[in-house]
């Protein structure tokens, strides 16, 4: 069915060389993507999902009244919480003929059941076979009873460049399957400022609530990334959309299928991006490259010889200029496998080969509720780990013990410590672990806390 796609792309190359050319035959008046579409639609499904919610019941306006505030204040008590069934819908793309089946994580999370229909209308119960919210991408797997499914095959989205054509095709506000053609407006975007390896696709081709996990496809008919999100005020298409790369949705499936969730690479150094004034510093005739702060000792980037101070300019040939773009490309790649860095030091170019592997749980995270008669009581802590910190989205480099959860009204929620706050001292000890932290806090009337939260320091006391 791609025999007339295939003679398609010849043709826009000859037209975008020859300005001002009028149709010279009927076959190319009726140009069409019609081919393209025919061969990639099948593969591209929708998601409904149901979840179970509890929703607290509304109190009376009695209660707003001076009189009952009197007693109650602003706690006034809410009815019985009642449950309710949340639906969504999202699009999914048939990746393996086996019925594999890749979307966003956002539209699965949290259901209770997830059915896939396919292009034909059937329809089918589908497991998550592994979900991954920092790259928001989920891998369903349907039970096809031996069948074979139309599917896409993965392009390198490494190859991808400004200008091209491509295709979203999704189950935009439940309308039905619907394509929509674009260009790729920009690659290796980041549209948030967190730990996560983003180097997202920029599309024109429009792209609405439910195409959430469907198909950008390249003309080559391969599935060129996953559509995941819009940049909109009013909740429509303006014609800024998102899309992960092939290459990262690539590697996730593989590491699912492997049967041991989602495990990435990682690097094992921290970085920043070269500014005019560090190139300047350096002596490199432009800024470019991540400059490296903090080697994690015995991890890859240690065992691979790179230093602080080095300046990592690509990955397997491909520029990195910010820490997460170099995140991306380590995250691209398979456990097991090396990659070749390409560093400046003190002005010389050095080659170095890094062994990827995963980020190790040591210390074991230990999580542990803490109780008793002193201010933290009520939030659940675990020593932090590089394995812990990827799963949380923090600092892979940042060593000590983190509250991970709060029990509403307890102590530590009263004096407001939040997830995510990591303990440095206790009455001016350091904090090593959450056993050692159990023991600081115990046998004591009087207590000063040290937080970090973010980059900062905050510091309180509490008298028993």
């Given amino acids: 069915m791609l025999t007339t796609l295939v003679a398609l792309v010849p043709f826009i190359a000859s037209a975008q060389q ?40 509304p109190r009376s306006p009695l209660f707003d009244d001076p009189f009952f ?30 019925g594999v089946i890749v979307t966003n994580n956002h539209v699965i999370d949290g259901a209770t059941e997830i059915v896939v229909a396919l292009s034909d209308r059937r329809e089918f119960e589908a497991r998550v076979i592994a979900a991954d919210p920092r790259s928001d991408l989920a891998v369903l797997r349907i039970d096809t009873r031996g069948e074979t499914l139309p599917y896409l095959e993965f392009r390198d989205s490494d190859e991808l460049q400004v ?23 920009a690659v290796g975007r ?60 690539s590697s996730t499936v593989a590491s699912a299928m492997a049967g041991k969730g989602i495990r990435r690479p990682w690097f094992g150094a921290s970085g920043e991006v070269v500014t005019s004034e560090i190139a300047q510093g350096l002596g490199m005739p432009r800024p470019n490259g991540v400059l490296v702060g903090e080697v994690y ?33 380590i995250a691209t790649r398979k456990l097991g496998e090396t990659a070749a860095l390409d560093v400046q030091r003190r002005g010389q170019r050095v080659a170095l080969k890094i062994a990827l592997q995963d980020a190790p749980e040591l210390p074991p995270r230990d999580l542990t509720r803490l109780s ?15 394995a ?24 530590a ?20 672990d959450a056993k050692g932290l159990q023991g600081l806090l115990q046998g004591s009337s009087q207590w000063t806390v040290v937080l970090r939260r973010n980059k900062q320091l905050l510091s309180f006391s509490v008298r028993g």
């Fill in 69 to 98: 505030r009197r007693f109650f204040g602003d706690q006034a008590p809410f009815g019985p919480p009642r449950e309710r069934v949340a639906q969504s819908l999202g699009s999914g793309v048939i990746v393996d003929a086996e």
């Fill in 297 to 329: 000792r015995g991890g890859p980037a240690d065992r691979a010889g790179l230093k602080a101070g080095d300046v990592v300019l690509a990955i397997d040939g491909r520029e990195v200029n910010d820490p997460q773009a170099l995140r991306f490309r």
């Fill in 413 to 432: 929620n009263r004096l407001r410590v939040r997830p995510g706050d990591v303990i440095v001292k206790i009455n001016d000890r350091d904090v090593s």
């Fill in 163 to 185: 200008g091209d054509l491509v295709l979203a095709i999704g189950n935009p506000f439940g309308v039905g399957q619907t394509v929509t053609q674009g260009i790729i407006s």
């Fill in 18 to 57: 020859t300005q001002n050319r009028l149709p010279a035959s009927r076959t190319e008046i009726q140009l069409s993507f019609a081919p393209l579409v025919q061969h990639a639609a099948p593969a591209v499904v929708n998601v409904y999902t149901r979840r179970v919610e509890k929703v607290a019941q």
């Fill in 388 to 411: 812990f910190a990827e799963e949380l989205g923090v600092d892979t480099l940042m060593r000590g013990v983190i509250v991970t959860e709060i029990v509403p009204g307890s102590p």
């Fill in 190 to 249: 980041a549209i948030s400022d967190d730990l996560t390896a983003q180097s997202f696709i920029q599309t024109d081709a429009a792209i609405n609530p439910g195409n959430s996990g469907g198909a950008l496809l390249g003309m080559d008919g391969k599935l060129a990334g996953i559509n995941t999100a819009i940049f909109s005020r009013s909740g429509g298409s303006i014609g800024i959309g998102f899309a992960i790369p092939a290459n990262l949705v």
């Fill in 372 to 386: 008793g008669n002193q201010p933290l009581a009520g939030a659940t802590v675990g020593n932090l780990s590089p």
